[in-house]
């Protein structure tokens, strides 16, 4: 099956930093999310990003669906950006199936 | 604004009992998913519905874990019995046509 890697695993940041973080993908997809999981566990919508480019105020994501990744910027970091922040993909193979990454877990101190 | 919602939102229960949760997807979304996230991994799904119809089960532990839609609306996940190995977070999360995937607050289960 399809292997979704992100990275880093964990990261550390002073508040006011700018971060990448990267989804890597082996095979085609159909689509591709980024969510940010709260300290409660619920999983937030950040991005629906199958390809290009798209910003949401601090954040922004790129996907490159033909060389198979994907990039999700922080600017200005706060505090409350740290948690953990998941890409999934959903692929076909002989049905729709949906796979998560590890996480990144990003810490964001004052 | 439209949400999912999902009871209870913790769950502590003793091993080999039964124990069942629930999701109401957001209205209009045929495509419904729940997902087993264990501490510190990333979620992994265990079933996927189709309006009614089981799409994708591949991952569920059938001799203990079930799941229904029966009128393509809201849905249960039940275990029974529960082991030790089933703590963890069930997230339950519904789509638009395989389209952009919104997830409830989850309930957290503890098995003692």
């Known amino acids: 099956g399809i292997q979704v890697e992100q990275s880093p695993p964990d990261l550390i940041l002073q508040e006011g930093a700018n971060s990448t973080l990267r989804c890597n993908f082996s095979?085609?997809?159909?689509?591709l999310q980024w969510f940010h999981q709260n300290p409660w566990g619920q999983l937030i919508n950040l991005f629906y990003?199958?390809?290009g480019t798209k910003q949401n105020g601090r954040l922004s994501a790129t996907t490159v669906a033909t060389e198979r990744y994907s990039l999700l910027y922080i600017s200005s970091s706060q505090t409350t950006d740290s948690g953990v922040y998941f890409c999934?993909?959903?692929?076909?193979?002989?049905?729709?199936?949906?796979?998560f990454g590890a996480g990144t877990r990003l810490f964001v101190k004052a | 604004e439209a949400e999912v919602a999902q009871s209870p939102r913790y769950k502590i229960t003793e091993k080999s009992q039964a124990v069942a949760f629930w999701c109401d997807p957001i209205s209009g979304h045929a495509t419904l998913y729940w997902y087993r996230q264990i501490l510190g991994q990333g979620p992994e799904l265990l079933v996927q519905?189709?309006?009614?119809?089981?799409?994708?089960d591949s991952q569920l532990p059938k001799d203990r874990f079930s799941a229904e839609r029966l009128k393509g609306v809201d849905s249960t996940l039940k275990i029974q019995p529960a082991e030790l190995g089933d703590s963890a977070m069930y997230l339950c999360?519904?789509?638009?046509?395989?389209?952009?995937?919104?997830f409830g607050q989850g309930t957290r289960l503890t098995v003692v």
């Open positions: 999360a519904s789509s638009k046509d395989r389209a952009e995937a919104f």
């Open positions: 519905f189709q309006d009614e119809s089981v799409v994708d």
């Open positions: 999934a993909v959903d692929y076909y193979t002989g049905g729709f199936k949906t796979i």
């Open positions: 095979d085609s997809v159909n689509n």
């Open positions: 990003i199958p390809s």
